[in-house]
């Protein structure tokens, strides 16, 4: 039995369709991200099944419950938003403890409880603190704790990390994993960060124009994108398109663009117009290829990453360690033909 499931959910606010026929199954325990561009859809997803927001058709169902009518605290979801909502009033121990207060817990019942989330997420030293006293990762384990301690069927999380630097995202990140591994409650999170979805997700649901372009694994999204948004979305630096048009080539087919030919594993007829996209990592500079200039180099720490225009337009190749090249350099691009990614020009589909 799933642990949420939605069927044909649509959201319009008036003439604007938010989203439209999201189906989506999610599985006791799984950590799902919706991820997409802002106003794809995500946030207005992750509201209705929270039941802050009303579904215009379709059914939310949790543990095989219809949920429409009911309101949050009867769906037991808890929601972690991107700005923190604590009381700058109150102490760390109150702000995590206050909905089991109004809740009527007794005094005795609610501190033990504070205690025991606080111990979990590392703030039992801080737990007679102001907000105005924390740094902001320190405040959004806070924000996490306050939701934890209600003990609920499902997590909710609305990109609750975008108010934080770099470095703290990336802690974040980690100590959420980690969480979740440990308690494995059924978990959505939404954010339009994609290193962010891969790094922590069970699956991830791409979304786009309100809609779910595809469900699947970190693995599977990235590797296999069945949409040439889901390809130039996912990744970083990002996939390079260009146009081309396949042909035959002895037993197997290839991809013509201008003068170069490149080698397809998949068999396709010939005629057809498509576009092809290969990641940088499976870009290597050699003494043979196709001719390309260098445009740019970028050094980020353990890879450079080197744009290159060549006849079909532009190439990105991810190079280990610090490349010492210049712009306007004449080299030979190497593709791994086994990599490439062919979409159909018109519906932007993965061919296979």
């Given amino acids: 039995m ?11 606010f008036g003439p604007y369709q938010a989203c439209s026929d999201v189906n989506l199954i999610i599985s006791e325990g799984e950590f799902v991200t919706l ?25 939310i169902l949790m543990n095989d419950r219809r949920v429409n009518d009911l309101s949050p605290v009867e769906r037991d979801v808890a929601m972690v938003f991107q700005n923190y909502a604590l009381y700058p009033h109150m102490t ?7 909905t089991l207060k109004m809740r009527g817990l007794d005094a005795v019942e609610v501190a033990r409880r504070v205690e025991k989330v606080a111990a979990s997420l590392e703030l039992s030293a801080m737990l007679d603190r102001l907000p105005s006293q924390l740094s902001g990762g ?9 939701a934890l301690v209600r003990e609920p069927k499902f997590f909710l999380f609305d990109e609750p990390f975008s108010n934080l630097d770099a470095g703290l995202r990336l802690r974040m990140r980690a100590e959420v994993k980690e969480l979740h591994q440990r308690l494995g409650v059924t978990s959505i999170f939404v954010t339009h960060d994609q290193e962010e979805a891969m790094s922590i997700s069970d699956r991830i649901a791409v979304m786009n124009k309100g809609r779910i372009e595809q469900l699947g ?12 948004y889901v390809a130039t979305f996912i990744g970083s630096p990002r996939i390079e398109l260009a146009a081309g048009e396949t042909v035959a080539f002895g037993n197997m087919s290839a991809c013509r663009i201008g003068s170069v030919t490149l080698p397809l594993v998949r068999s396709l007829r010939p005629g057809r ?4 996209g290969v990641r940088p990592e499976h870009v290597r500079l050699g003494h043979s290829g196709i001719p390309a200039t260098v445009r740019l180099v970028q050094p980020v720490g353990p890879a450079t990453h080197v744009t290159l225009g060549w006849e079909g337009g ?3 190749a ?21 990599q490439l990614l062919v979409f159909d020009r018109e519906s932007g589909e993965l061919l296979s």
């Fill in 318 to 338: 991810s190079l280990p360690g610090f490349a010492r090249l210049s712009p306007g350099a004449a080299v030979f691009a190497e593709i791994d033909s086994a």
């Fill in 35 to 59: 991820l997409g561009a802002s106003g794809c859809g995500k946030t207005t997803t992750l509201n209705m099944v929270a039941g802050l927001e009303d579904v215009t058709s379709g059914d």
């Fill in 2 to 12: 799933p642990a949420i499931e939605l069927k044909h959910v649509s959201k319009s």
């Fill in 217 to 228: 694994t970190p693995e599977e999204i990235y590797a296999r994108p069945a949409t040439r």
């Fill in 314 to 316: 532009t190439l990105v």
């Fill in 92 to 98: 760390v121990a109150r702000n995590i403890g206050f």
């Fill in 273 to 276: 117009q498509v576009e092809i």
């Fill in 138 to 146: 320190q405040q959004q384990r806070v924000a996490i704790g306050r």
